[in-house]
């Protein structure tokens, strides 16, 4: 499995943003995907959002509910997380990874549910 996180930049504070992560490999299809974020000087990677195999079901982060939207149009589509109304404290490696493959529609929020990680993208909001 493969996994590419892209669409990270230099933003203003209330600035949007959308990145698109682009999974290849077996049982990608079947597989719900979510988005993590390592902040500069954290040594863990916090949970964002989920979203399952078919794209109908979601969850979301506390800290980012209302603010950030994951998307996926079908099972192969690349996944979106859209990001609006950013400040300095979005400021991270964002990275987006694979969970196991299930029969359930599920969109898991516990990471030790993911099995594959990809390269992340770095987001910087400025002030």
């Known amino acids: 499995v493969q996994l590419q996180a892209s669409g990270g930049g230099l933003v203003q504070a209330g600035s949007s943003l959308r990145l698109a992560c682009t999974a290849s490999?077996?049982?990608?299809?079947?597989?719900?995907i979510g988005w993590f974020r390592q902040a500069p000087g954290k040594g863990r990677r916090d949970f964002l959002a989920a979203v399952s195999r078919s794209g109908r079901n979601t969850n979301y982060a506390d800290s980012v509910k209302g603010r950030f939207t994951i998307s996926r149009d079908s099972s192969a589509a690349p996944v979106y997380l859209h990001m609006n109304s950013l400040t300095t404290e979005d400021t991270a490696v964002y990275s987006c990874?694979?969970?196991?493959?299930?029969?359930?529609?599920?969109?898991?929020?516990?990471?030790?549910?993911?099995?594959?990680w990809g390269q992340g993208t770095q987001v910087t909001v400025s002030s």
């Open positions: 490999g077996p049982t990608v299809d079947s597989s719900p």
């Open positions: 990874a694979v969970a196991r493959s299930s029969e359930s529609d599920y969109a898991p929020i516990n990471p030790n549910y993911f099995s594959y």
